[in-house]
């Protein structure tokens, strides 16, 4: 195993809530800047694929590989000799819940796919989860009357994108 990016943070909002966004990737182009757009039928069960278009690059298959209500998601892309894995964990604490993502890639060309992607993706985790909270935290000031934390991202060009066509969730097939 390869680690290629990993962040964690507490937030207030509960593990259904964050869950509930992560077992839709319908909804990942709207709070994760790295991605464009989803293609995903529902249901969201282990063995269930899409297709993601990362804000820069082609688009790329992925597979859900683990899936825990309210607690894991895990989604996986194939590589030539490797597997990218991207991890989500929530987690019940007193403050709320702990978010926590970990972008991995496994195999005998890990080492490899490593050294590629490590650019592109060095920050994955980190914006993934930041924006997931972002988009949380403006979906709970919308229901209080004020306006949403997150542009639209139709509207407004996409500030992070990834090089080399590396997506947050998945990489070609």
Known sequence: MTLLSEHSRVTRHTPAAVFALWSDPTTWSVWDPEVRAVEFTAPCV??????LRPASGPALTFTVTALRQDELFTDTARLPGARLEFEHLVATIAEGSRISVTVRVRGPL??????????????????????????????SRTERGAAPALPDPNLHPNPHPLAEGAGEHAAAE
């Open 110 to 139: 890990a080492g490899f796919w490593r050294r590629l992607l490590r650019s592109s993706m060095g920050d994955a985790a980190r914006t993934g989860v930041e924006g997931l909270v972002a988009h949380l935290d403006g979906a």
């Open 46 to 51: 282990v063995g269930a694929r899409g297709r």
